[in-house]
């Protein structure tokens, strides 16, 4: 496996607290999707290609498959909020990724931190795989850490759309 550290990336689709079967028999995963800009983050797609293609290098002595699939992705080709101008990671696991907050914090389902549209540090691991299910360079789910607010996907609102801020001095906000 390979360690790989995304930095400040955008979450889409967390599967991050309850793991989900996605068929029938399958054991349930956590997973989640991980948005990098095309444009800011080129240096940390790079990275991400070279890692991909080292860890099929090790795996298939420098002869990659035809029809390698991959869990680095084109966002252009998916028709969802905020995947425009972006690459995505899809990355999974069956135990529980570590989540925490800025300071490393530990963070809980009911902290509302993360969700769909913030921006995180992930913690994701690269590894091949080959089996009767086919041939593919996947991506692990080892960690997740709260960056900042950003636009929710789905309508969800953050705090700091909803409310204003209120001086110490004003009581107009009792009214």
Do not use: H
């Not at 999707?33 to 080129?42: S, T």
């Not at 540090?121 to 690269?126: K, P, V, Y």
């Not at 080959?130 to 850490?145: E, M, P, T, V, Y």
């Amino acid at each position: 496996m390979t360690a790989i550290l995304l930095k400040n990336v955008r979450l889409s689709f967390p599967q991050i607290w309850t793991p989900k079967s996605f068929a029938a028999g399958q054991d349930p995963r956590f997973n989640a999707n991980f948005l990098l800009d095309k444009d800011g983050q080129a240096d940390q797609i790079k990275e991400l290609r070279a890692a991909i293609e080292a860890v099929a290098a090790e795996k298939w002595k420098g002869k990659k498959p035809g029809g390698l699939k991959i869990c680095l992705g084109d966002g252009e080709e998916k028709d969802y909020d905020g995947y425009d101008g972006s690459m995505f990671v899809s990355a999974s696991t069956k135990v529980r990724p570590v989540i925490v907050d800025q300071k490393k914090n530990p963070l809980a389902e009911e902290d509302g931190k993360p969700y769909a549209g913030c921006f995180v540090n992930a913690a994701i691991s690269l590894w091949a795989q080959d089996n009767q299910w086919g041939k593919r360079i996947n991506a692990s789910l080892d960690a997740i850490q709260f960056v900042k607010d950003g636009e929710g996907f789905g309508g969800k609102r953050t705090t700091a759309d909803v409310f204003g801020e209120i001086e110490e001095d004003d009581d107009s906000f009792l009214d």
